[in-house]
């Protein structure tokens, strides 16, 4: 998705115990802890303690945490012969956390509130995907329920696809296949106290999710759940909290901050050139790596970014390591030549098709815009936000500024306030030539992070639009419905990392960076899982004793 | 008494007009409301829906009309599953939340009410404290010193200040504990400890203010007659300068610190983002930058409240402690 | 920042009118100051280096954008390669952490940027400050009622949300360092206005504005001949202390967005990137820092300078009795 | 030994020696004044025998020593115990010189402890005590009022109760009756005679006012720039002075028993002074006086019906309460009455500085709403009446610039002329207020509503912020112009024989009504009102003697 990014780490090291309570501190409050309205990788990090889902991520390290294993249900998903319709069955002995059952209702009635206008937030796939999705107005409106989610009886959910989509476990991570109970649904309030499947319950949510308290579910049974370890007894997850601020909580890991972690915080480049001076210190930092890529997207529709030479020579004149540099150094970010990240679950083809080298190569740019008419050079204006992120903020400009300007063209910056920018930059009417984005992944594959970018019919005229380069291609669009339906995830990775290569070819967007997650946690804490999914260390499988 | 019927209704005209003031800003600034509340990759359906329900498209009048009549007579909402009342100072839901703005700021104000009015007294003391000394110590190296050490206060910004604090004494020394907020009820000591950095970065940027008005205050009580007259008459320095210079440099003192409560609060915005306090500057902050009309709305008049509310009061103590401003 | 001189001037000032000013004699106990003095001199300095920006960054063969990749350890989150911050022959202050940016050049660019906006905003307030402050003292009474409440709605709005709104209704191609400064300007003049009323109210009723009025003058010759003058002492004084708090204000707007564009630098904008450096590359913060505080200091001693020179009665701090009866309070 | 001892005092502020080389004793139970202009050094003098110029960065010089102390050389702590306990002082002004902040009751008390360890509420006791001595009525409630909930005359007498607090063998009074109008000055001058009869204490009296000298002191101490010029018995320096300083001196003060046409005698003196200015002023004065005969009938002022009320509802004040006279050509009016009944606010009707509540003010025959430059005032303080951020040529030339004239040749020109009418130099036009004395200042003030070539100049108390020769001389110049240009006056004062020197008509005010109107001998020598009659009785009179009677007189006034 666009806004999402959560983090990880290498090993920990003696036998985890249960016990103990684990302070999470982040910068930013669980505002919506409703199922319906969260928009999560994975099933996201603290939600996925309280909301089980279908399918769930793989709690392992590295590239083997990029696979989907099954959580309610006791498979990934049977689909049929064209991946239009699939079935899953739920585990036996699942509860709440008062005790009673969960049944398949309670999944159909979960992911039908997602459609309630009051439930706004979530990822767009049900909607496009489920038959009678785009016109469901959700349970409150139209009670007759969503056609295309079939529930033969209690054990059992079929949802009918109107094309086949061979990524679906993927989607059934997201919180919106969590079961809501009808009778205990409190529509906009149910975010106060949703009712637990997985492991904790909520006890405590103070000030719209910025303090969480989160205790044993007693009805969750270890024995239906095989990813989540739950160790500690009680987590304590205070937001809200200065980067800068969390960051030294956990450097210092004092009194509670010992057992103290973030999921949202990366360390800052002043932070990490003191923590790799710091043996100590250093070992208490992990490393993870989230599918995501920060790059310059141009709109062909504005002049001169029309010429394919101007674009291609932008490519060339970037100096990738001022780029690296303003987003943190090497250790926070990777230089990217490919679009796609560099995980294999994406289906990684590494290419460079305008090579810049480490600081860029201006002589060629310069002899592309002779080629394109711009011998005198070229003025230009790159769209950046004010946000202080280090993707699409002010650092990042000016270093493509500087670099540009060795290359003869004249960079002027607009930088825009965060709401303005994002609704300038998906605004078809108004999207400026050229300016900064970043994209990262629903799930760790190339569908989501390809199809919203590239799919010519998702272009969106009225509303958000993601397909910035408002690319139409009827081979591209071909290629993606093609990918879609393979079931075999290994085989379709494949298809995504060739597309990607092609797609890269016209020069749409210059990929910058793939961004490294550098998180510190505290002392007593044990047994540090960081997956490639979600590339921070994973809070269900944490020990503080 | 007719000075306070008329102070209170300036002070409710000035809150009408602001609420005006930022309907009106927030209708011009750009950001799509709805698109923001729905979230990023709703459709326009989606986004269409929650725009009726949130009433976007109404005219401004019809809405400002709707908040001035929740303010009255409290307003209902549906929760989707059932109708939620909001009772009668109802200042709306919040779009992101939809939360009653009116309890969110009921929960909120105790932090930053903890935050500004400790940091007050502590400003209020080292700032009158340093004024006083320097008032005295006049022209000598150590009212100098006072001097610099004040100055480098207004000097820096608090989030700066904030932060090298609190790398020092929390993460280096570990004499405190990094702040976080305590309720007050639940443990005043701790709650003391914890909001000991907050008050003190806080207090450091108004200090040198009062410092300094606090000096000429005194050193022009210092020249009035009345002090002659206790001079002459025998009294001891210490009195004099304790009980009736520092007494006549009061009044000035209480006006500017009336007078400072709006510029506490901007300092209150970063310190509270700095610290992690869950107080009104931090989601006034962030209500801002999610368009949340209701919150800002909300919060900025309950702000402008104290704000004019903090005015009157000096005005009255001003006319009140400087009797000679009545008389003359 | 504090209203200091309405209390300070209030009451005294005027009833103390001997030799409370005259061009000459004030300049005279100006002088008197040594401490006024330097702190002028460094005024002066702070803005020559401003306007010799240019000049400065020249000799020292730098420019305040260009990007040194090589300079800055990478691996190590950009902090800068060498002692000091990269101390050299060529930067002499070392570079920016990230982006190898020359800190001298971008220091002394800063100051352009910070001084100027916080000189041209001071100049925004005064003018509406005591444009408003006269016309609400000299008005009739719903004159007056229209802009106290003006002034009170100014003074109660949270900056920020103006500073917001100011800025969304711009369009980006309007010149950011004016526009920052009216945005300090348009927001920041509600203390001058209350002081200049205040003021304002006590000098009218002074014989001397009779006078004027009997010789036949009208309302707006009074206010500027008479009436200014007599405000113009805390004002000034009062602009002192306005120009740090406005630096500091286009700090806060750096950190909202609403500050001058990248890459040109202000104080305000290196201080809000730099405080997390405070560890890793401390001259990064104390260089920026450093140069506010200097301005500060020079401001605020300058002022009081000012302030002291403006008070007559600061010649002798212990009178024994006058002959003059004195009109009490005032 | 004498209870105050200085030999060869000198005190200098930088370059100036404010007092230079002065010597007196005065015995226990005694009484001096210190008499002289302003600027003679009086206070000066008398804040030494406090020591209060120690820290100050004043030198002192020669031997002070008061109640037994050595002042120079006495350790802070025996001066602190000096100070209130044997030797207390008044001061002048008596509104700043209370702490505004605290009860005068504590203020009282606080000294009282400072001095003999007494209890809060033993203080408390005698601070009750002593205002109930100084004839504060109802002491104990009022010991707990502020400074400004009392009258000048009451915060004169809370002062004169702190100095008693500890039964001190000297007080001190500094001018205790500069700022107080007459009547309010005869009772303070009563109550310092009776507890001089009563407790024996010693006084030593500043003060610039020779009536006020005479009044109450037994020895007289004539000071100029500084130096004794004449010392001795008060009816020996009064009624024979042998220093024509001394005579200059008495000849400045207006008496209000003779009329004017009989201050001829004065003005020789006088011109027999080296002061040249001062004597070609009264000189002219006296010239204008008895040349002044032309009175015509044109009425050039005229009010009927004037009130004015301030504030509203219970809190609202009526200052003026249906006041109608008329001015004619030529003439001057005087108006007199107590502090506060409504003189100023009266003035300031008649030239439209104040819009009337009811009633109306004709200005030669026209109604007349708001200011005309044809109708001027001359200010009271001459302080505040320039504004001192100007020259005060450009003061001057205001009207001429109002006018609508541009030329300033011509404006620089008539200002000039002006200012050397009013005895000033051309060339003072550039300099500014502060670089001129009170009397310059007046005089400025005078040329500037000059500059407007009024027919009448309503003048507001304009001499009683003045010594008695300066005062003198600003007196005569008005009546030198008045004669010249025929202009009227309205002559506002709370001073009664300024008012017989220069009235040809005088009217009384009280609580904003005239009681009494007629020529101005008529009004003095026959005063047809109780309320006059009190206040002839509280002029201060040059003649001990005289002043013993009129003591009584007014004891028994007071009674009826
Ligand atoms: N603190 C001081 N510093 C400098 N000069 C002073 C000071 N106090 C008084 N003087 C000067 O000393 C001279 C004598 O002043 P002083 O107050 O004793 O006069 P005075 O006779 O009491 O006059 P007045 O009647 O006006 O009170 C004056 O010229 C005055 O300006
Ligand atoms: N602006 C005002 N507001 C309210 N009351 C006023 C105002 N001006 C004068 N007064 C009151 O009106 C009365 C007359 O005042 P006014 O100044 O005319 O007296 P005055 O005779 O000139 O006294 P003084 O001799 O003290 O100058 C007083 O009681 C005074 O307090
Ligand atoms: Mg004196
Ligand atoms: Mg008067």
Redesign the interface.
Known sequence: ???DNDAKGSAGDSTPHQGGTLTVLNSNPQ??FDPA?L?TSGGGNVPSLVFRTLTTRNREDGAAGAEVVPDLATDTGRPNKDATVWTYTLKEGLKYEDGTPITSADVKYGIERSF?????????YL?DWLIGG?DY??P?KDKGGLGSIETPDARTIVFRLNKPEGEFPYLATQTQFAPVPEAR?????YEEHPVSSGPYKVVKN???G??LILERNTHWSASTDAERKAYPDRIDV?S???P??IN??L??S??A?AAAVTTDTNLGPAELAKVTGDQELASRVGTGHFGYTNYIAFNPKVKPFDNAKVRQAIAYAIDRSSVVNAAGGSALAEAATTFLPSQKSFGYTPYDHFPAGGSGDPAKAEELLKEAGHADGLTVTLTHSNAKDFETSPELATAIQDALKKAGITVELEGL????Y??KI?NAGTEPGFFLAHWGADWPSGGPFLA?IFDGRQI?K???N?NTSFLNDDSVNAEIDAINKLTDLDAAAQRWGALDKEIGERALTVPLFHPVYKRLYGEDIKNVVISDWTGVLDISQVAVK | MNFVVRRTL??L???L??SV??YV??Y?????VA?????????????Q??A??LHLDDPLYARYWHFLEGIVAGRDY?????V?HCPAPCLGLSY????QVTR?IL??LPVSLSLVLGAMVLWLVLGVGTGVLSAWRRGRLSERIL??VT??G????V??IG??L??VV??EL?LL??P?YVNLTEDPEQWAWNLLLPWLSLALIEAA??A??TR??ML?T?????I?????????ER?VVG??AL??A???VI??NA?NV??A??GA??TE????L?GIG?E??HA????DLPV?VGM?LV??FF??VS?AVADVLYAV???????? | ????L???DA??AVSAAPGASGARRFRRRLRTQRAALVAAGAVALLILVALAAPLLTALEGQDPTTYHPALVDSARGGVPIGSFGGVSGEHWLGVEPQTGRDLFARLVYGARVSLGVALAATVVQMLIGVSMGLGAALGGQWVD?LL??CT??I????????A??LL??VPSSFPRPVLVALVIGLIGWG?IA?IVRARTLTLKELDYVAAARLSGWGTLRIARRELLPGVAAPVITYAA?LV??NI?VE??LS?LGVGVKPPTPSW?QM??SA??W??AAPQY?LLP?GA??V???AL?VLG?GV?TALDP?AAS????GTGLKRE??? | MSLVEVTGLSVEFGDLRAVDDLSFRLARGGSLALVGESGSGKSTAAAAL?G?HRGTGARVSGAVRVAGVDVEEASEEE???????RA??V?Q?PL???????AIGDQIA??YR??TRASRRAARARAVEVLDRVGIPDPVRRSRA???EFSGGMRQRA?IA?ALACEPGLLIADEPTTALDVTVQAQILDLLHALRAETGMGLLLVTHDVGVAAESAEEVLVMRHGRVVEHGPVDAVLGSPAQPYTRELLGAVPRVDAPRASSSAVSEDVAASGDVAASGDVAASEEAVSEKSAVSEEVVLEASGLSRVFGRGRRAVTAVDGVSLTVRRGETLGIVGESGSGKTTLGRMLVGLLRPTAGEVRHAGHARVGVDPAVQMVFQDPVSSLNPRRTVGESVAAPLRARGERDEGLIRGRVRELLERVGLEAAHYDRYPHEFSGGQRQRVGIARALAADPRVIVCDEPVSALDVTTQAQVVALLGELQRELGLALVFVAHDLAVVRQVSDRVAVMRDGRIVEEGPADAVYDRPREAYTRRLLAAVPALDPALAARRRVERRELAVT
Not at chain 2, 78 to 82: D, L, V
Not at chain 3, 317 to 320: Q, S
């Open positions: 998705g666009p806004e505002q919506d309205r928009y309630a206008a009051e439930l706004s937030g979530g990822a767009p909607r785009a107005e959700g409150y649904d409190t529509g906009t309030k103070e000030n719209d910025e303090r205070r809200g909290l200065d800068a601020v030294q909580r450097s210092a004092q009194g901050d306030e965060e709401n303005d994002s609704d998906h919203p969106v009225n509303g958000a993601f | 300036g002070a005209v000035t809150l007009a602001i003031i930022i800003v927030f011009v600034t750009p950001g799509n698109q923001i509340t729905c979230g990023p990759r709703c459709s326009p359906v989606q986004v829906q929650v009726d329900q549906s929760t989707g599953t059932a939620q992101q939340s939809d939360q969110l929960a909120k001097t610099g100055l480098a207004t000097a820096t910004p989030f700066v932060l090298i609190m790398i929390c993460g570990r504990p990094f976080q203010a009062f300094r008005l000429a205050s022009e210092l020249a009035e007659d009345h002659r007259t206790f001079r002459a008459y025998g009294v001891g009195s009980r009736h007494r006549g009061f009044a000035p006006a500017l007078n709006g510029s609060v901007g915005v970063l983002t700095l610290f992690g869950p931090r006034l902050v801002v930058q999610v368009v800002v900025v702000i402008g704000v004019v005015n402690a400087d009797r000679r401003v009545v008389l003359a | 920042m504090s209203e200091a309405v209390a300070v009451p005294g009622q106290s409440r009170d709605i003074i109660a709005m949270p900056l920020m949300i103006m917001l709104a969304a209704i203390n209350k202390l740090p708090s500091s700090a806060a950190f305000g201080l809000t405080d997390v405070y560890q913060l820092a506010l505080f301005t500060v200091l605020t009081d302030r009665r701090r212990l009178r024994v009490s309070g005032a | 406090l209060l001066i602190r115990r000096l100070r209130g306990a207390a002082m001061f002004d700043s010189s209370l702490d505004p902040y605290y606080e000294v400072v001095h502020r400074p400004h002062l702190m």
